[in-house]
Protein backbone atom coordinates (compact mmCIF):
# COMPACT_ATOMS: atom_id res chain seq x y z
CA UNK A 1 0.00 0.00 0.00
CA UNK A 2 1.27 3.36 -0.90
CA UNK A 3 2.24 5.85 1.80
CA UNK A 4 -0.06 8.14 3.29
CA UNK A 5 0.95 11.87 3.15
CA UNK A 6 -2.11 13.47 4.57
CA UNK A 7 -4.95 12.20 6.37
CA UNK A 8 -7.84 14.15 8.08
CA UNK A 9 -9.25 12.65 10.84
CA UNK A 10 -12.84 13.85 12.73
CA UNK A 11 -12.26 17.41 10.77
CA UNK A 12 -14.83 20.28 11.79
CA UNK A 13 -14.98 23.45 11.34
CA UNK A 14 -18.03 25.45 12.72
CA UNK A 15 -18.49 29.06 12.12
CA UNK A 16 -20.52 31.15 14.64
CA UNK A 17 -23.25 32.82 12.74
CA UNK A 18 -26.26 34.87 14.27
CA UNK A 19 -28.27 32.21 15.07
CA UNK A 20 -26.08 29.45 15.79
CA UNK A 21 -22.99 27.64 14.21
CA UNK A 22 -22.73 26.93 10.38
CA UNK A 23 -21.17 23.22 10.34
CA UNK A 24 -19.32 23.80 7.21
CA UNK A 25 -16.79 20.96 7.56
CA UNK A 26 -18.34 17.61 10.62
CA UNK A 27 -16.75 14.78 10.69
CA UNK A 28 -14.80 14.83 7.60
CA UNK A 29 -12.59 11.64 7.27
CA UNK A 30 -10.40 11.23 4.36
CA UNK A 31 -6.40 10.36 3.31
CA UNK A 32 -4.61 11.05 0.10
CA UNK A 33 -1.74 8.78 -0.87
CA UNK A 34 2.14 10.06 -1.68
CA UNK A 35 1.56 11.53 -5.55
CA UNK A 36 -2.38 10.80 -5.85
CA UNK A 37 -4.78 13.22 -6.44
CA UNK A 38 -8.23 13.40 -4.48
CA UNK A 39 -10.97 14.90 -6.38
CA UNK A 40 -12.97 16.50 -4.31
CA UNK A 41 -16.49 17.57 -5.53
CA UNK A 42 -19.83 18.84 -4.54
CA UNK A 43 -22.38 21.54 -4.88
CA UNK A 44 -21.52 25.17 -3.95
CA UNK A 45 -21.42 25.69 -0.07
CA UNK A 46 -21.24 22.01 0.55
CA UNK A 47 -17.49 22.89 3.05
CA UNK A 48 -15.16 21.82 -0.11
CA UNK A 49 -13.21 25.21 -0.10
CA UNK A 50 -13.30 25.19 3.56
CA UNK A 51 -12.22 22.02 4.18
CA UNK A 52 -8.83 22.65 1.59
CA UNK A 53 -8.37 25.78 3.76
CA UNK A 54 -8.67 24.07 6.95
CA UNK A 55 -6.31 21.23 6.03
CA UNK A 56 -3.74 23.95 5.13
CA UNK A 57 -4.35 25.71 8.25
CA UNK A 58 -5.44 28.95 6.81
CA UNK A 59 -8.39 28.36 8.84
CA UNK A 60 -8.60 27.11 11.83
CA UNK A 61 -10.12 23.82 12.37
CA UNK A 62 -12.72 23.72 15.39
CA UNK A 63 -11.62 19.68 16.35
CA UNK A 64 -10.17 16.71 14.70
CA UNK A 65 -6.83 16.02 13.57
CA UNK A 66 -4.73 17.04 10.41
CA UNK A 67 -1.92 14.45 10.28
CA UNK A 68 0.54 15.65 7.18
CA UNK A 69 3.33 13.10 7.11
CA UNK A 70 2.35 11.01 10.22
CA UNK A 71 2.23 14.67 12.67
CA UNK A 72 -0.97 16.78 13.29
CA UNK A 73 -0.28 19.71 12.36
CA UNK A 74 -3.01 21.40 14.33
CA UNK A 75 -0.50 21.42 16.88
CA UNK A 76 2.21 23.66 15.18
CA UNK A 77 3.33 26.40 16.31
CA UNK A 78 3.83 29.94 14.36
CA UNK A 79 7.92 28.78 13.29
CA UNK A 80 6.47 25.27 12.75
CA UNK A 81 4.07 26.16 10.39
CA UNK A 82 5.74 28.73 8.72
CA UNK A 83 8.11 25.96 7.45
CA UNK A 84 4.82 23.81 6.80
CA UNK A 85 4.12 26.49 4.53
CA UNK A 86 7.00 25.28 1.82
CA UNK A 87 5.52 21.72 2.38
CA UNK A 88 2.12 22.59 1.69
CA UNK A 89 0.47 25.21 -0.88
CA UNK A 90 -2.64 25.99 -2.87
CA UNK A 91 -3.49 27.56 -5.96
CA UNK A 92 -6.56 29.42 -6.22
CA UNK A 93 -9.67 29.45 -7.44
CA UNK A 94 -10.01 32.94 -9.14
CA UNK A 95 -6.90 33.84 -10.98
CA UNK A 96 -8.21 37.92 -11.38
CA UNK A 97 -8.45 37.84 -7.20
CA UNK A 98 -5.39 35.80 -6.30
CA UNK A 99 -2.73 38.27 -7.66
CA UNK A 100 -2.19 41.34 -6.44
CA UNK A 101 -2.66 43.67 -8.91
CA UNK A 102 0.47 46.21 -7.77
CA UNK A 103 3.06 43.53 -8.42
CA UNK A 104 4.53 42.04 -10.84
CA UNK A 105 4.65 38.72 -12.37
CA UNK A 106 8.36 38.36 -11.15
CA UNK A 107 7.40 40.10 -8.18
CA UNK A 108 4.63 37.78 -6.89
CA UNK A 109 6.84 34.23 -8.25
CA UNK A 110 10.06 35.99 -5.92
CA UNK A 111 7.77 36.43 -2.93
CA UNK A 112 7.70 33.26 -0.86
CA UNK A 113 11.80 32.59 -2.26
CA UNK A 114 12.48 35.78 -0.26
CA UNK A 115 10.20 35.17 2.58
CA UNK A 116 11.38 31.50 3.30
CA UNK A 117 15.17 33.21 2.10
CA UNK A 118 15.72 29.93 -0.19
CA UNK A 119 18.01 32.19 -2.31
CA UNK A 120 20.83 33.67 -1.72
CA UNK A 121 21.27 37.00 -3.94
CA UNK A 122 19.75 38.87 -6.97
CA UNK A 123 21.19 36.48 -9.28
CA UNK A 124 20.29 33.05 -7.96
CA UNK A 125 16.78 35.16 -7.40
CA UNK A 126 16.27 36.29 -10.98
CA UNK A 127 17.57 32.73 -12.22
CA UNK A 128 15.04 30.78 -9.77
CA UNK A 129 12.16 33.01 -11.03
CA UNK A 130 12.79 32.72 -14.76
CA UNK A 131 13.56 28.92 -14.08
CA UNK A 132 9.88 28.61 -12.55
CA UNK A 133 8.38 30.63 -15.34
CA UNK A 134 9.12 28.77 -18.23
CA UNK A 135 8.13 25.53 -15.75
CA UNK A 136 4.73 26.96 -15.54
CA UNK A 137 4.68 28.03 -19.76
CA UNK A 138 5.21 31.64 -19.35
CA UNK A 139 7.20 33.39 -21.83
CA UNK A 140 9.94 35.36 -20.28
CA UNK A 141 8.89 38.95 -21.68
CA UNK A 142 6.05 38.75 -19.39
CA UNK A 143 8.74 39.05 -16.55
CA UNK A 144 7.67 42.49 -15.50
CA UNK A 145 4.07 42.73 -16.71
CA UNK A 146 1.40 43.19 -14.30
CA UNK A 147 -1.56 40.43 -13.94
CA UNK A 148 -4.07 42.79 -15.30
CA UNK A 149 -2.80 42.56 -18.61
CA UNK A 150 -2.03 38.96 -18.83
CA UNK A 151 -5.51 36.01 -19.42
CA UNK A 152 -6.93 34.31 -17.36
CA UNK A 153 -5.16 31.29 -18.35
CA UNK A 154 -1.77 32.87 -17.78
CA UNK A 155 -2.45 34.42 -14.83
CA UNK A 156 -3.44 30.79 -13.05
CA UNK A 157 0.13 29.42 -14.30
CA UNK A 158 1.49 32.96 -12.18
CA UNK A 159 -0.13 31.42 -9.43
CA UNK A 160 1.10 27.74 -10.05
CA UNK A 161 4.51 29.37 -10.44
CA UNK A 162 4.46 31.08 -7.31
CA UNK A 163 2.73 27.60 -5.45
CA UNK A 164 5.74 25.45 -6.69
CA UNK A 165 8.31 28.53 -5.72
CA UNK A 166 8.98 26.88 -2.61
CA UNK A 167 9.20 22.95 -4.10
CA UNK A 168 6.18 22.04 -1.94
CA UNK A 169 5.09 18.36 -1.72
CA UNK A 170 1.36 19.01 -1.34
CA UNK A 171 -0.97 21.11 -3.06
CA UNK A 172 -4.50 22.08 -2.57
CA UNK A 173 -5.90 23.06 -5.89
CA UNK A 174 -9.09 25.26 -5.39
CA UNK A 175 -11.22 25.00 -8.28
CA UNK A 176 -7.85 25.78 -10.46
CA UNK A 177 -10.11 25.81 -13.53
CA UNK A 178 -13.14 26.72 -12.82
CA UNK A 179 -13.11 30.44 -13.79
CA UNK A 180 -11.39 29.39 -16.98
CA UNK A 181 -12.63 28.98 -20.87
CA UNK A 182 -13.00 25.42 -22.01
CA UNK A 183 -9.99 25.22 -24.13
CA UNK A 184 -7.56 26.87 -21.61
CA UNK A 185 -9.35 25.06 -18.66
CA UNK A 186 -7.30 22.01 -20.40
CA UNK A 187 -4.22 23.40 -21.20
CA UNK A 188 -3.87 24.30 -17.09
CA UNK A 189 -4.76 20.51 -16.01
CA UNK A 190 -2.49 19.11 -18.59
CA UNK A 191 0.24 21.71 -16.95
CA UNK A 192 -1.07 20.26 -13.35
CA UNK A 193 -0.51 16.32 -14.43
CA UNK A 194 2.80 17.17 -15.87
CA UNK A 195 3.83 18.87 -12.88
CA UNK A 196 2.58 16.60 -10.78
CA UNK A 197 4.87 13.76 -12.73
CA UNK A 198 7.70 15.72 -13.12
CA UNK A 199 8.17 17.03 -9.10
CA UNK A 200 5.71 14.12 -7.05
CA UNK A 201 3.44 16.03 -6.20
CA UNK A 202 0.08 15.30 -4.48
CA UNK A 203 -2.99 17.25 -4.93
CA UNK A 204 -6.01 17.75 -3.32
CA UNK A 205 -8.50 18.86 -5.82
CA UNK A 206 -11.03 20.42 -5.10
CA UNK A 207 -13.66 21.42 -7.57
CA UNK A 208 -17.96 21.03 -8.81
CA UNK A 209 -16.81 19.70 -12.67
CA UNK A 210 -17.06 16.12 -12.50
CA UNK A 211 -15.21 15.68 -15.90
CA UNK A 212 -12.59 17.38 -14.34
CA UNK A 213 -12.50 15.77 -11.62
CA UNK A 214 -12.42 12.11 -13.71
CA UNK A 215 -9.66 13.60 -15.64
CA UNK A 216 -7.65 14.20 -12.94
CA UNK A 217 -8.32 12.00 -9.88
CA UNK A 218 -7.28 8.63 -8.34
CA UNK A 219 -9.64 8.76 -6.07
CA UNK A 220 -12.66 11.05 -5.57
CA UNK A 221 -14.58 12.34 -2.52
CA UNK A 222 -18.24 13.40 -2.54
CA UNK A 223 -18.99 16.15 -0.34
CA UNK A 224 -22.54 16.98 0.66
CA UNK A 225 -23.15 19.36 3.34
CA UNK A 226 -19.73 19.72 5.01
CA UNK A 227 -19.84 15.75 5.18
CA UNK A 228 -18.01 13.17 3.39
CA UNK A 229 -20.77 10.63 1.62
CA UNK A 230 -18.73 8.53 -0.57
CA UNK A 231 -15.25 8.06 -0.93
CA UNK A 232 -13.67 5.59 -3.86
CA UNK A 233 -10.99 5.22 -6.59
CA UNK A 234 -12.26 7.33 -9.63
CA UNK A 235 -13.01 4.74 -11.55
CA UNK A 236 -15.27 2.78 -9.21
CA UNK A 237 -17.09 5.85 -8.14
CA UNK A 238 -18.39 6.26 -11.64
CA UNK A 239 -19.22 2.91 -12.61
CA UNK A 240 -20.76 1.90 -9.13
CA UNK A 241 -21.88 4.37 -7.27
CA UNK A 242 -23.15 3.58 -4.47
CA UNK A 243 -24.77 7.00 -2.16
CA UNK A 244 -27.92 8.17 -3.60
CA UNK A 245 -26.36 11.92 -3.76
CA UNK A 246 -23.50 10.65 -6.15
CA UNK A 247 -25.77 8.65 -8.08
CA UNK A 248 -27.84 11.82 -8.44
CA UNK A 249 -25.14 13.56 -8.95
CA UNK A 250 -23.46 11.55 -11.53
CA UNK A 251 -26.57 11.37 -13.35
CA UNK A 252 -26.06 15.17 -14.39
CA UNK A 253 -23.59 14.94 -16.13
CA UNK A 254 -23.78 15.85 -19.55
CA UNK A 255 -23.18 13.33 -22.51
CA UNK A 256 -22.19 14.98 -25.93
CA UNK A 257 -24.69 12.50 -27.74
CA UNK A 258 -28.02 12.97 -29.18
CA UNK A 259 -29.05 9.20 -29.28
CA UNK A 260 -28.02 9.05 -25.54
CA UNK A 261 -31.32 8.73 -23.14
CA UNK A 262 -30.10 8.88 -19.73
CA UNK A 263 -32.57 9.16 -17.33
CA UNK A 264 -31.52 11.43 -14.67
CA UNK A 265 -32.27 11.47 -11.09
CA UNK A 266 -34.09 14.79 -10.17
CA UNK A 267 -33.77 15.48 -6.64
CA UNK A 268 -36.00 17.14 -5.15
CA UNK A 269 -37.24 18.91 -1.23
CA UNK A 270 -34.90 21.81 0.03
CA UNK A 271 -31.34 21.40 1.17
CA UNK A 272 -31.12 20.74 5.01
CA UNK A 273 -29.91 24.17 6.44
CA UNK A 274 -25.92 23.62 7.81
CA UNK A 275 -26.91 26.11 11.16
CA UNK A 276 -27.46 23.83 13.47
CA UNK A 277 -28.35 20.74 11.41
CA UNK A 278 -30.62 18.48 13.25
CA UNK A 279 -29.20 14.67 14.08
CA UNK A 280 -29.54 12.52 10.76
CA UNK A 281 -28.61 11.80 7.72
CA UNK A 282 -27.98 15.56 5.91
CA UNK A 283 -29.32 14.35 2.43
CA UNK A 284 -32.41 12.72 4.16
CA UNK A 285 -34.58 15.47 2.82
CA UNK A 286 -34.06 14.82 -0.45
CA UNK A 287 -33.09 11.07 -0.39
CA UNK A 288 -35.61 9.26 -2.78
CA UNK A 289 -35.15 6.50 -0.44
CA UNK A 290 -34.83 8.14 2.99
CA UNK A 291 -36.41 6.09 6.07
CA UNK A 292 -37.12 7.58 9.37
CA UNK A 293 -34.63 5.97 10.43
CA UNK A 294 -32.29 8.09 8.17
CA UNK A 295 -33.72 11.41 9.98
CA UNK A 296 -32.86 9.87 13.50
CA UNK A 297 -29.11 9.27 13.68
CA UNK A 298 -26.28 10.15 11.92
CA UNK A 299 -24.80 8.32 9.00
CA UNK A 300 -21.45 6.52 9.65
CA UNK A 301 -18.67 5.92 6.80
CA UNK A 302 -18.53 2.64 6.03
CA UNK A 303 -16.21 0.47 4.09
CA UNK A 304 -18.19 -1.04 1.67
CA UNK A 305 -15.45 -2.76 -1.11
CA UNK A 306 -11.82 -1.87 -0.45
CA UNK A 307 -11.14 1.94 -0.84
CA UNK A 308 -15.06 2.72 -1.12
CA UNK A 309 -16.16 4.15 1.55
CA UNK A 310 -19.93 5.36 1.95
CA UNK A 311 -22.39 7.06 4.30
CA UNK A 312 -25.51 5.61 4.05
CA UNK A 313 -27.25 3.30 6.75
CA UNK A 314 -29.58 2.39 4.17
CA UNK A 315 -27.46 1.30 1.53
CA UNK A 316 -28.47 -2.68 1.58
CA UNK A 317 -32.41 -1.14 1.89
CA UNK A 318 -31.62 0.51 -1.72
CA UNK A 319 -30.01 -2.51 -3.53
CA UNK B 1 0.40 15.09 -23.16
CA UNK B 2 0.83 18.40 -25.01
CA UNK B 3 2.68 21.36 -22.79
CA UNK B 4 1.69 24.99 -24.00
CA UNK B 5 4.15 27.42 -23.80
CA UNK B 6 3.92 30.80 -25.19
CA UNK B 7 4.35 31.49 -28.98
CA UNK B 8 5.89 34.51 -28.59
CA UNK B 9 9.16 33.30 -26.55
CA UNK B 10 11.65 34.51 -28.74
CA UNK B 11 11.07 38.12 -28.44
CA UNK B 12 14.34 39.10 -27.19
CA UNK B 13 14.45 41.52 -23.99
CA UNK B 14 12.08 41.66 -21.38
CA UNK B 15 10.57 45.01 -21.50
CA UNK B 16 11.30 47.04 -18.33
CA UNK B 17 9.45 47.53 -15.36
CA UNK B 18 7.04 50.10 -15.71
CA UNK B 19 5.72 52.03 -12.23
CA UNK B 20 2.04 52.37 -12.30
CA UNK B 21 2.12 55.96 -11.54
CA UNK B 22 3.47 56.48 -14.53
CA UNK B 23 0.44 55.08 -16.02
CA UNK B 24 -1.67 57.16 -13.89
CA UNK B 25 -0.01 59.93 -14.53
CA UNK B 26 -0.61 58.96 -18.39
CA UNK B 27 -4.20 58.98 -17.94
CA UNK B 28 -4.52 61.96 -16.06
CA UNK B 29 -2.54 63.75 -18.81
CA UNK B 30 -5.96 63.41 -21.14
CA UNK B 31 -8.01 64.96 -18.40
CA UNK B 32 -7.53 69.02 -19.05
CA UNK B 33 -8.56 70.00 -16.26
CA UNK B 34 -6.48 68.06 -13.73
CA UNK B 35 -3.31 69.38 -15.97
CA UNK B 36 -4.36 73.14 -15.14
CA UNK B 37 -4.49 72.44 -11.78
CA UNK B 38 -1.79 70.68 -11.45
CA UNK B 39 0.08 73.16 -13.70
CA UNK B 40 -1.01 75.43 -10.39
CA UNK B 41 0.53 73.63 -7.92
CA UNK B 42 3.75 73.08 -9.88
CA UNK B 43 4.20 77.17 -10.14
CA UNK B 44 3.23 77.74 -6.33
CA UNK B 45 5.45 75.36 -5.60
CA UNK B 46 8.21 76.39 -7.32
CA UNK B 47 7.46 80.42 -6.21
CA UNK B 48 8.08 78.90 -2.61
CA UNK B 49 11.10 77.06 -3.41
CA UNK B 50 12.35 80.30 -5.02
CA UNK B 51 10.62 82.93 -2.83
CA UNK B 52 13.87 84.60 -2.01
CA UNK B 53 15.14 85.35 -5.62
CA UNK B 54 11.80 86.45 -6.51
CA UNK B 55 11.54 89.10 -3.88
CA UNK B 56 13.93 89.27 -0.70
CA UNK B 57 12.79 88.73 2.61
CA UNK B 58 13.84 90.89 4.76
CA UNK B 59 14.01 93.91 2.54
CA UNK B 60 10.69 93.61 0.78
CA UNK B 61 7.97 91.29 2.61
CA UNK B 62 8.70 92.22 6.70
CA UNK B 63 10.10 95.72 5.96
CA UNK B 64 7.56 98.08 6.71
CA UNK B 65 7.52 101.77 4.83
CA UNK B 66 4.98 103.66 5.96
CA UNK B 67 5.62 106.35 3.19
CA UNK B 68 4.38 103.64 1.15
CA UNK B 69 0.89 102.49 2.57
CA UNK B 70 -2.23 101.15 1.01
CA UNK B 71 -0.52 102.01 -2.83
CA UNK B 72 -2.64 100.87 -5.37
CA UNK B 73 -1.39 98.16 -7.92
CA UNK B 74 1.96 99.95 -9.82
CA UNK B 75 4.92 98.70 -12.04
CA UNK B 76 6.82 98.80 -8.62
CA UNK B 77 4.42 97.31 -6.48
CA UNK B 78 2.43 94.85 -8.92
CA UNK B 79 -0.43 94.09 -6.29
CA UNK B 80 0.32 97.32 -4.24
CA UNK B 81 0.98 97.77 -0.90
CA UNK B 82 -0.75 97.17 2.45
CA UNK B 83 -1.49 98.91 5.95
CA UNK B 84 2.27 98.70 6.56
CA UNK B 85 3.40 99.75 3.08
CA UNK B 86 5.12 95.99 2.16
CA UNK B 87 4.35 94.98 -1.57
CA UNK B 88 1.79 92.74 -1.54
CA UNK B 89 3.12 90.61 -4.38
CA UNK B 90 6.05 89.95 -2.29
CA UNK B 91 4.37 88.56 0.41
CA UNK B 92 2.06 86.64 -1.24
CA UNK B 93 5.14 84.88 -2.73
CA UNK B 94 6.43 84.15 1.05
CA UNK B 95 3.17 83.10 1.94
CA UNK B 96 3.16 80.06 -0.27
CA UNK B 97 5.80 78.69 1.69
CA UNK B 98 4.07 78.99 4.97
CA UNK B 99 0.43 77.85 3.67
CA UNK B 100 2.16 74.54 1.27
CA UNK B 101 4.42 73.96 3.88
CA UNK B 102 1.23 73.47 6.57
CA UNK B 103 -0.91 72.05 4.08
CA UNK B 104 1.48 68.79 3.40
CA UNK B 105 3.08 68.36 6.63
CA UNK B 106 -0.63 68.84 8.61
CA UNK B 107 -2.23 66.15 5.99
CA UNK B 108 0.99 64.08 6.26
CA UNK B 109 0.70 63.96 10.26
CA UNK B 110 -3.12 63.09 9.53
CA UNK B 111 -2.05 60.28 6.92
CA UNK B 112 0.74 59.04 9.12
CA UNK B 113 -1.73 58.88 12.45
CA UNK B 114 -5.16 57.89 10.56
CA UNK B 115 -3.90 55.71 8.23
CA UNK B 116 -1.77 53.56 10.45
CA UNK B 117 -5.13 53.65 13.01
CA UNK B 118 -7.11 52.88 10.32
CA UNK B 119 -5.17 50.26 9.02
CA UNK B 120 -4.94 48.10 12.23
CA UNK B 121 -8.89 48.57 12.94
CA UNK B 122 -9.54 47.47 9.50
CA UNK B 123 -6.64 44.39 9.54
CA UNK B 124 -7.13 42.97 13.37
CA UNK B 125 -11.40 43.71 13.17
CA UNK B 126 -12.96 42.63 16.52
CA UNK B 127 -12.65 45.07 19.69
CA UNK B 128 -9.54 46.57 18.21
CA UNK B 129 -11.70 48.05 15.56
CA UNK B 130 -14.56 48.94 17.58
CA UNK B 131 -12.20 50.40 20.32
CA UNK B 132 -10.02 52.79 17.55
CA UNK B 133 -13.28 53.96 15.53
CA UNK B 134 -15.25 54.89 18.56
CA UNK B 135 -12.77 56.77 19.25
CA UNK B 136 -12.62 58.38 16.30
CA UNK B 137 -16.29 58.92 15.92
CA UNK B 138 -15.86 61.03 18.99
CA UNK B 139 -13.12 62.82 17.32
CA UNK B 140 -15.50 63.51 14.21
CA UNK B 141 -18.71 64.61 16.55
CA UNK B 142 -16.16 67.91 17.23
CA UNK B 143 -16.18 70.44 14.28
CA UNK B 144 -12.60 69.99 13.30
CA UNK B 145 -11.66 73.81 12.89
CA UNK B 146 -13.18 74.43 16.61
CA UNK B 147 -11.05 71.22 17.93
CA UNK B 148 -7.88 72.85 15.49
CA UNK B 149 -8.63 76.15 17.78
CA UNK B 150 -8.59 74.25 21.19
CA UNK B 151 -5.19 72.75 20.19
CA UNK B 152 -3.49 75.40 19.40
CA UNK B 153 -5.00 77.43 22.03
CA UNK B 154 -3.73 74.49 24.74
CA UNK B 155 -0.36 74.56 22.70
CA UNK B 156 0.36 78.07 22.38
CA UNK B 157 0.21 79.54 18.71
CA UNK B 158 3.62 78.17 16.43
CA UNK B 159 3.88 77.00 12.94
CA UNK B 160 4.29 73.58 14.33
CA UNK B 161 1.34 73.39 16.95
CA UNK B 162 -0.44 74.45 13.88
CA UNK B 163 0.11 72.00 11.69
CA UNK B 164 -0.02 69.84 14.22
CA UNK B 165 -3.32 71.05 14.98
CA UNK B 166 -4.65 70.94 11.36
CA UNK B 167 -2.94 67.34 11.18
CA UNK B 168 -4.58 65.76 14.26
CA UNK B 169 -7.99 67.47 12.89
CA UNK B 170 -8.74 65.65 10.40
CA UNK B 171 -7.09 62.46 11.65
CA UNK B 172 -10.71 60.45 11.92
CA UNK B 173 -11.76 60.65 8.16
CA UNK B 174 -7.82 59.28 6.83
CA UNK B 175 -8.66 56.48 9.41
CA UNK B 176 -12.08 55.74 7.75
CA UNK B 177 -10.78 55.49 4.72
CA UNK B 178 -8.25 53.46 5.19
CA UNK B 179 -10.61 51.33 7.44
CA UNK B 180 -12.68 50.99 4.84
CA UNK B 181 -10.41 49.56 1.52
CA UNK B 182 -8.40 47.83 4.36
CA UNK B 183 -11.74 45.79 5.01
CA UNK B 184 -12.40 45.35 1.68
CA UNK B 185 -8.84 44.21 1.27
CA UNK B 186 -8.46 41.80 3.65
CA UNK B 187 -10.63 38.90 2.24
CA UNK B 188 -9.20 39.42 -1.13
CA UNK B 189 -7.72 36.31 -1.96
CA UNK B 190 -4.46 37.95 -2.72
CA UNK B 191 -3.83 38.45 0.83
CA UNK B 192 -4.91 34.80 1.67
CA UNK B 193 -2.70 33.18 -1.03
CA UNK B 194 0.32 35.76 1.00
CA UNK B 195 -0.57 33.74 4.07
CA UNK B 196 -0.56 30.88 2.72
CA UNK B 197 3.02 31.30 1.13
CA UNK B 198 4.05 32.32 4.86
CA UNK B 199 4.33 35.89 4.80
CA UNK B 200 4.13 37.85 9.00
CA UNK B 201 0.93 40.03 9.00
CA UNK B 202 3.66 42.88 8.82
CA UNK B 203 4.35 41.80 5.24
CA UNK B 204 1.15 41.68 4.35
CA UNK B 205 -0.06 45.15 5.38
CA UNK B 206 3.00 46.84 4.32
CA UNK B 207 3.29 44.80 1.22
CA UNK B 208 -0.19 43.62 0.02
CA UNK B 209 -2.91 46.01 1.60
CA UNK B 210 -1.35 49.50 1.93
CA UNK B 211 -0.06 49.32 -1.93
CA UNK B 212 -3.58 48.88 -2.85
CA UNK B 213 -5.83 51.25 -0.55
CA UNK B 214 -3.13 53.93 -1.34
CA UNK B 215 -5.34 55.16 -3.98
CA UNK B 216 -8.12 56.66 -2.36
CA UNK B 217 -5.82 58.43 0.44
CA UNK B 218 -4.13 60.47 -2.57
CA UNK B 219 -7.41 61.71 -3.65
CA UNK B 220 -8.31 62.74 -0.31
CA UNK B 221 -4.87 63.88 0.71
CA UNK B 222 -4.78 66.23 -2.31
CA UNK B 223 -8.27 67.51 -1.17
CA UNK B 224 -7.22 67.67 2.77
CA UNK B 225 -3.94 69.89 1.44
CA UNK B 226 -6.46 72.59 0.43
CA UNK B 227 -8.77 72.12 3.19
CA UNK B 228 -5.68 72.17 5.86
CA UNK B 229 -4.51 75.68 3.64
CA UNK B 230 -8.16 76.86 4.05
CA UNK B 231 -7.72 76.20 7.80
CA UNK B 232 -4.48 77.75 7.93
CA UNK B 233 -5.62 80.97 6.68
CA UNK B 234 -8.88 80.57 8.80
CA UNK B 235 -6.50 80.20 12.04
CA UNK B 236 -4.45 83.07 11.03
CA UNK B 237 -7.43 85.11 10.23
CA UNK B 238 -8.46 85.37 13.88
CA UNK B 239 -5.18 85.39 15.08
CA UNK B 240 -4.43 82.08 16.27
CA UNK B 241 -1.54 81.02 13.42
CA UNK B 242 1.13 82.47 11.64
CA UNK B 243 1.92 85.60 13.98
CA UNK B 244 2.71 88.61 12.29
CA UNK B 245 5.23 89.77 10.59
CA UNK B 246 5.50 86.70 8.85
CA UNK B 247 3.78 86.74 6.04
CA UNK B 248 0.46 84.49 5.53
CA UNK B 249 -2.43 84.95 3.25
CA UNK B 250 -4.84 84.51 6.18
CA UNK B 251 -3.64 87.19 8.36
CA UNK B 252 -2.83 89.10 5.16
CA UNK B 253 -6.42 89.12 4.42
CA UNK B 254 -7.57 89.27 8.00
CA UNK B 255 -4.99 92.65 8.12
CA UNK B 256 -6.32 94.21 4.96
CA UNK B 257 -10.11 93.54 5.89
CA UNK B 258 -9.95 97.53 8.28
CA UNK B 259 -9.20 99.22 4.77
CA UNK B 260 -11.76 97.34 2.73
CA UNK B 261 -13.43 100.33 1.37
CA UNK B 262 -10.28 102.38 -0.03
CA UNK B 263 -7.70 99.69 -0.52
CA UNK B 264 -9.95 97.00 -2.22
CA UNK B 265 -6.75 95.42 -3.31
CA UNK B 266 -5.13 94.50 0.20
CA UNK B 267 -7.82 92.05 0.51
CA UNK B 268 -8.72 90.80 -3.14
CA UNK B 269 -5.45 89.35 -3.95
CA UNK B 270 -5.01 86.89 -0.94
CA UNK B 271 -8.17 86.14 -1.45
CA UNK B 272 -8.11 85.40 -5.05
CA UNK B 273 -5.06 83.39 -4.39
CA UNK B 274 -6.59 81.05 -1.80
CA UNK B 275 -9.42 80.63 -4.07
CA UNK B 276 -7.07 79.34 -6.88
CA UNK B 277 -4.91 77.69 -4.74
CA UNK B 278 -7.96 75.41 -3.22
CA UNK B 279 -9.54 75.55 -6.80
CA UNK B 280 -6.58 73.65 -8.44
CA UNK B 281 -5.88 71.43 -5.51
CA UNK B 282 -9.30 70.25 -6.41
CA UNK B 283 -9.42 70.16 -9.94
CA UNK B 284 -5.98 68.11 -9.61
CA UNK B 285 -7.98 65.33 -6.67
CA UNK B 286 -10.45 65.21 -8.85
CA UNK B 287 -8.46 64.15 -11.68
CA UNK B 288 -6.22 61.85 -10.00
CA UNK B 289 -9.67 59.99 -8.20
CA UNK B 290 -10.56 59.36 -12.06
CA UNK B 291 -7.06 58.01 -13.03
CA UNK B 292 -6.60 55.78 -10.13
CA UNK B 293 -9.98 53.94 -10.69
CA UNK B 294 -9.52 51.19 -12.48
CA UNK B 295 -13.16 50.97 -13.36
CA UNK B 296 -12.56 53.53 -16.12
CA UNK B 297 -9.21 51.64 -17.96
CA UNK B 298 -9.02 52.91 -21.77
Not at chain 2, 218 to 239: C, K, M, R
Request: proline residues 5%; charged residues 20%; contains cysteine.
Amino acid sequence: MAEKLLEVRNLKKYFKVKNGYLHAVDNVNFFINKGETLGVVGESGCGKSTTGRVVLRLLEATDGEILFEGKNIRTFNKSQLRDLRKEMQIVFQDPYASLNPRMTVSEIIAEPLLIHKLVKNKQELDKKVASLMSTVGLAERLYNAYPHELDGGRRQRIGIARALAVNPKFIVCDEPVSALDVSIQAQILNLMQDLQEEFGLTYMFITHDLSVVKHISDNIAVMYLGQLVELAPAKELFKNPLHPYTKALLSAIPVPSIKHKKERILLKGEITSPINPQPGCRFAKRCPHATDACTKQDSTLREISPGHFVACDCLEVIK
Amino acid sequence: MIKMTETQASVPTTPKKRSIWLEVFRRMSKNKMAMFGLAIIIILVLTAVFADVIAPYEEVAIKQNLAQRLQGPSAKHWLGTDEFGRDIFARLVHGARVSLKVGIVAVGISILIGGTLGAVAGYYGGKIDNVIMRAMDIFLAIPSILLAIAIVSALGPSLFNLMLAIGISSVPSYARIVRASVLSLRDQEFIEAARAIGASDFRIVTKHIVPNALAPVIVQGTLGVAGAILSTAGLSFIGLGIQPPAPEWGSMLSGGRAYLRYAWHVTTFPGLLIMITILALNLLGDGLRDALDPKLKQ
